[in-house]
């Protein structure tokens, strides 16, 4: 049943690409009326990019899925084009020739990821050390000299002139932890221990190391006041934990705690009560013209608004009048030049790479591989979420990156590795099985 | 440029961009329903084949369990090869004890049906012989597998 199915992904890739030359064009057509000049030159940046990607692909990983590398690159080619769209509306920040820079960094990633990395279960064999250097990554923007505060969150390093945020690649690694160690306790956790009312209490020693690693990775993330990352690696947790053990019992658990942890996290740190207040009252003037008040926030929903069902059409809108239109409130921006339709659309895309990476967790044979896919297309989906729910006012502003769109460079590398890590998984999950040995004696009946 | 042509483009991206998502559930359907092409090329092999294989009056159509907790079951013989076992994938999925996961197969070749047993714990019996190596199933003699029995019609 399974196919190749490489004429359909190279007809996707090339279909995305000229999307996204569509785009350009659109851009240039709305704001001054003529093509863009740098059109071809992205476009043909953007194909050339592609094209490598996919050559690699081919080579290194035949069987992979047919939809994940074109949904990628559809995604990325629209942020790249709202980006130099904010660009060429005078946002000095943003910076359409950095981000198709990063995105080449992003495919020379996936590209190496999908070379060294011939089988993904070798990861299974560094559980542990992928654990500490999730921590570890965690901890280096704390430290002194090399770590940087950019805009009051204290999760940069710096290398020369560049800044880069370990707490991107950090996810991979403790996902990559979680995945190893619950393969190994699953049955355990789900099985021995105490029952607790109608819930299953696991054994502390068993819960111990995960809970450790979380409890830190949190701690550091509450001190670093970088709330979306917190919020991302709890969910991801909570749902490894539900994939592994298959028990609803640990979802309740992880709501409560959650809220809980929400709730007195508000109490305690001023920052959390303030974006409380900003997700609450945000229509409330005196709070919309308070530093840091709402409005931001305010701002993205009235592009949304003006951007209505339709759209106001590419170049022809005002998103670059949101702060940080660019990084991460991209998402309004796009809304109010694609409207709804458009958002819905990215938002179907977005759906479909995380579908793509749950039925590779579904096809797969062994284990460590479901955990690993299904985490990692979880936290793709909860950052999607996250993002989406934080700028549309559905729960409270977390700054974490739109994957793929937002301006910035090591979100965009780690999320390219992830997309390497689920094309490796589906091309162990969808090449077929080795022919059986006894169809030979099958053989030796025709010679009779 | 007027407002009616940005008008249209902005239409047209968005309906490109739709057409993208739609094409893409496209490539998607063949994991949930098979290739679309499938039952065309199908249809035709078997339009073919039965004037011809009409004079033939050996051929057998079908598959029956006549003994055992499947008794009754149908599967009607197509090009494809039938695996029997207790494994999940298997065509005749046996829940019996006495069957291993993967325990015979039956393919087509030149007309004919035959067995194979796939290295089973208890064997596979064709009427009282124990299938040793594949061997043609003639229409009516029964098969016997742990406590399965099946025979092929016409």
Known sequence: MTAKRRGAQLGMLAFAVLIVMGAYASVGLGINGKVPSGMLGYGLGLGGLMLAAYLVLAKWAPWADPLLLPLVTLVNGLGLVMIYR????????????????????????????????????????????????????????????????????????????????????????????????????????????????????????????????????????????????????????????????????????????????????????????????????????????????????????????????????????????????????????????????????????????????????????????????????????WQVFIIVGGVTRLIPLTGLVTPFMSAGGSALLANWMLIALLVRMSDAARRPPPQAIQDEGLTQVMQR | MSELTLLLIRLAFLAVLWFFVIAAVGVIRTDLFGPRTAPAPARKPVKQPRPVSKPKKG????????????????INLTETPITIGRANDATLVLSDDYASSRHARLFPQDGQWIVEDLGSTNGTYLERSKVTRPTPVPLGVPIRIGKTVIELRK
Not at chain 1, 232 to 242: I, R
Not at chain 2, 59 to 74: A, C, D, K, S, W
Request: aromatic share 10%; no cysteine.
């Open chain 2, 59 to 74: 051929e057998p159509r079908q598959l029956i369990v006549t003994g055992g907790p499947l008794q009754g079951t149908i």
């Open chain 1, 86 to 381: 904010i660009e060429l509306a005078g946002e000095n920040l943003a910076s359409a020739a950095n981000q198709l820079m990063w995105t080449a960094l992003g495919v020379v990633m996936f590209s190496a990821t999908l070379i060294a990395l011939r089988d993904h279960r070798v990861l299974q064999r560094f559980t542990y050390t992928a654990g500490f250097a999730g921590i570890a990554l965690l901890v280096l923007p704390m430290l002194p000299f090399i770590g940087r505060e950019i805009n009051g969150a204290r999760i940069w390093v710096g290398i020369g002139p560049f800044s880069i945020q370990p707490a991107e690649f950090a996810k991979l690694a403790l996902v990559i932890f979680f995945a190893g160690y619950l393969v190994a306790k699953r049955d355990v956790l789900a099985l021995a221990g105490r029952r607790l009312l109608f819930i299953d209490l696991p054994r502390a020693r068993d819960l111990g190391p995960v809970l450790i690693t979380w409890g830190i990775s949190l701690g550091v993330l509450v001190m670093q006041k970088d709330l979306g990352s917190s919020l991302l690696l709890f969910g991801a947790f909570v749902a490894m934990l539900y994939i592994a053990t298959q028990r609803t019992s640990w979802v309740l658990i992880g709501i409560l705690l959650f809220v809980g942890g929400a709730f007195v996290a508000g109490q305690i740190f001023s920052h959390v009560e303030a974006r409380f207040n900003v997700w609450l009252h945000a229509e409330d003037p005196a709070l919309y013209d308070a530093v840091g008040g709402s409005a931001q926030l305010m701002q993205g929903q009235f592009a949304m608004g003006s951007g209505g069902i339709l759209g106001t059409g590419l170049g022809q809108g005002y998103p670059y009048k949101i702060p940080l239109s660019f990084s991460d409130f991209i998402f309004p921006a796009v809304g109010e030049e694609l409207g709804l339709t458009g958002l819905m659309a990215i938002l179907m895309i977005y759906a479909l790479i995380v579908e793509r990476g749950l039925r590779t967790s579904l096809a797969a044979r062994d284990p460590f591989t479901k955990l690993l896919a299904g985490g990692l297309s979880f936290i793709l989906a």
